[in-house]
């Protein structure tokens, strides 16, 4: 059974600083990785995905790589702002299988 | 392009009592999730729909819970009696196919009381 762990479970980071969260998967055989932001109270938006073919993904600020072997991926936040205090979720899936998710990392960019 | 929407964004009910949720997907997308995220917790799923027929529902505590995806787009959640761990945010996300990226409503906060 495939379980995702993110560590930390909370971080707090003056602006302007840059960051890395992390994630980890029990099963290495997986077809997808996702990272998602949940403002609170909000549904989620999702970041970036990485096909198991890919090492890493990048959009603006947000870069995200991925070691299958290793069951890890993290995602590198540059020049935190205040405005990307969120819940950072990471999901796998495996071929046609659900998303299995961690239980995320609540970031507070402080100003 | 209209992301996924939901409705009602909060529902508070008393336990015993019936609630029911409305999802519609981005058009096209021929994949629909429901999910169930507990507070502290990722989003867990309850039932997958590839056009209107299940593909995994395995996690849904079917004597209870039901959805529906009739003609393939829109969808309804219900809750048929609510008991109190019901509390928690219905999230529903849709997708082109199944290995494609899913993309997520805003939610339903239900209460439960």
Known sequence: ??????????LSVPEGENLVLNCSFTDSAIYNLQ???????KGLTSLLLIQSSQREQTSGRLNASLDKSSGRSTLYIAASQPGDSATYLCA???????????????????? | E??????????????RQSVAFWCNPISGHATLYWYQQILGQGPKLLIQ??????????????DRFSAER?????????????????SAVYLCASSL???NEQFFGPGTRLTVL
């Open chain 1, 1 to 10: 059974k495939q379980e995702v762990t993110q560590i930390p479970a909370a």
């Open chain 1, 35 to 41: 990272w998602f932001r949940q403002d609170p109270g």
């Open chain 1, 92 to 111: 796998v899936n495996k071929g046609n299988t659900p998303l299995v998710f961690g239980k995320g990392t609540r970031l507070s960019v402080i100003a």
């Open chain 2, 2 to 15: 209209a992301g996924v929407a939901q409705s009602p964004r909060y529902k508070i009910i008393e336990k």
């Open chain 2, 49 to 62: 729909f590839q056009n209107n027929g299940v593909v995994d529902d395995s996690q849904l505590p079917k």
């Open chain 2, 70 to 86: 009739l003609k393939g787009v829109d969808s309804t959640l219900k809750i048929q009696p609510a008991k109190l761990e019901d």
């Open chain 2, 97 to 99: 196919g199944q290995q």
